[in-house]
C-alpha cells in the first residue's frame, strides 16, 4: 500500500521568510511519480509539479524548488520570499498506476504581512 | 486549464435522498477519478475509471456507485445521501496515470441534512 506524510499540518510565518513543507513517501514500487498541489482558499487544486522516480535533480521554478531525495523517499517543497499570495493549503501526493493518486493530509500554509 | 466541468458546483440535499453529480471533461482523456475531501484526511479516491464502462472502486466506495458511458462524462451517484457524505467531492481526469499529470475540476460542495 502507499502512503504519503506531510508531517506539519499548519506553518506559518512572516511574509518574505523562506519555509520549507515536507513530505515523505511510502511505496513499493520502482516506478512512480510525485505530485505538490496548491489549494488557496478558493478551494480548486492547482498542479505544481510532477517528478518521476528516476529523476532525483531538484527542480527551481521562481521561488519554488523541490528537493526530491529517494534515499529518505522525501521530496520537499520550499518557498523563497515567501508572499500573502503564497498562503494556501499544499498537497503532496504519489502515483502508481491506474488507480490515482495517494494524497497526504496537507500543509496549511499561512504568510502574515 | 484542463476541461472539466463539475456539476452541481454547490448542492444541499436530504438524508435519504438520491444524488447524482456529475464530472464533464473535454480532453477526451481515458482516466476519470472522483476523490472526495475531508477536514484531516486530505483528498481520498471514491472510484475511478479507465475507459467507457470500465469502472473500479477507491479507498472510500461504499455508498457511492459511478457510471461512464461515454468518454467526457463520469457520474457519480449517491443513492441515499447520508450525512457523513457532506463533502466536497473533485473530479480529477488523466491522459495515462502512469507518467501524466492528474488535473482536477473545481469540486462540488455537498451538504447532506
Redesign the interface.
Known sequence: AQKVTQAQTEISVVEKEDVTLDCVYETRDTTYYLFWYKQPPSGELVFLIRRNSFDEQNEISGRYSWNFQKSTSSFNFTITASQVVDSAVYFCALSGGADGLTFGKGTHLIIQP | DAGITQSPRHKVTETGTPVTLRCHQTENHR?M?W?RQDP??????IH?S?GVKDT?K?EVSDGYSVSRSKTEDFLLTLESATSSQTS?Y?C?I?QD???N????G??SWLTVV
Not at chain 2, 484531516?40 to 479516491?45: I, M
Not at chain 2, 499529470?101 to 482536477?104: A, L, R
Open positions: 482516466y477519478y476523490y484531516g484526511h486530505g483528498l481520498r479516491l475511478y479507465y473500479d477507491g466536497v473533485f480529477a488523466s496515470p502512469s507518467g499529470t492528474i488535473y482536477f473545481e469540486g
